[in-house]
């Protein structure tokens, strides 16, 4: 591997290479994907750069602030598959959206995507991005914690991973699930059948979630004894939750007084977690968010965590990023349907 960026033999001096080695126990194909779809991947996130792969060497080429990158994102790759790690173009996004923050949190894509939070039915449920990671440290070493961000940053489904590898590890003695049945469009009111009918919808993502962690057949038999509960946010008026793992899904849909009633429900040995996108409230009239309202109050308290996730972390399909990033801009316009004050940011605690 060359020490210096040096301009390449005939080429103009602002378009520089650099050369990366894979070491000799890891094969190319390992580090460049099925059908070299790692250095496409690489290519696409880095439009300025060239790879060309000869056996164990990787030339790249490029300006100089493209070569940091694409050198980064290669270095990320080896070492991803030196830990055994499958490299994808996922991987490859990810690594590129770690290019900033590594550098100022010292995280590397390695150490993210090979910490599991959960082994269940034959695979690993880990953090994909250093947004994810902090939010699974805050869960782990707060009492309360708040994650807040757009769709498909994993805020619901990590929670629950966490709860079941509390519940398996006997730090709780069961898990709580529930949100506020308010949602865009309907009422419970008019949903055809029973109580349990029009709830069941609201419910289904945590029961989505519970299917991708536990054997099926064992998921009614924990909810008959107890040890799991998925109810809506009503259910949970009066009642002191100890020696659980709590999830508010949703909590955007509260409203303050209802936040203040949930989190009012803690008990001893007991952890909380909130999950909501403050862009997406669906209380009608001018009723105000409680998830909105809560950091205003809560902030500065020990013991209270809040974690903000951004597109950055969406880990859906690639186009839900774009997606998510498109209406971000389009609410910040004139004319847009929320202000700037009403934005999530890049995660902190």
Sequence with gaps: ????????PGRAPQVLERKLAIPEHLSPFQVL???????????DAVPDTDVHVRGHEVTLRGTEDALRRSVHIMRSLIELAGSGQAVTTEAVQRAANLYGDERASGEKLEQVLTRTVLSARGRSIRAKTLGQQKYIEAIDSSTITFGIGPAGTGKTYLAVAMAVQQLLSKEVNRIILTRPAVEAGERLGFL????????DPY??????????????ESIPRLMSAG???????AYMRGRTLNDAFVILD?????TPEQMKMFLTRLGFNSTMVVTGDVTQV??????KSGLRVVEQVLSGIDDISFCRLSSRDVVRHSLVTDIVEAYGRWEIRPGGSRDSRHRTTTTGN
């Design 282 to 287: 669906d209380l009608p009239g001018s009723q």
């Design 33 to 43: 994907g099925e059908n070299d779809q790692a250095l496409a991947a690489l290519e």
């Design 203 to 216: 419910l289904r993502p945590l029961y989505d979630a519970l299917h991708d962690m536990l054997d099926p």
């Design 227 to 233: 040890t799991i509960e998925v109810a809506p946010l």
């Design 1 to 8: 591997m060359a020490d210096a960026l040096t301009p390449p």
């Design 250 to 254: 949703e909590a955007q849909n509260t």
């Design 192 to 199: 055809p059948g029973t109580l349990n009918d029009k709830i």
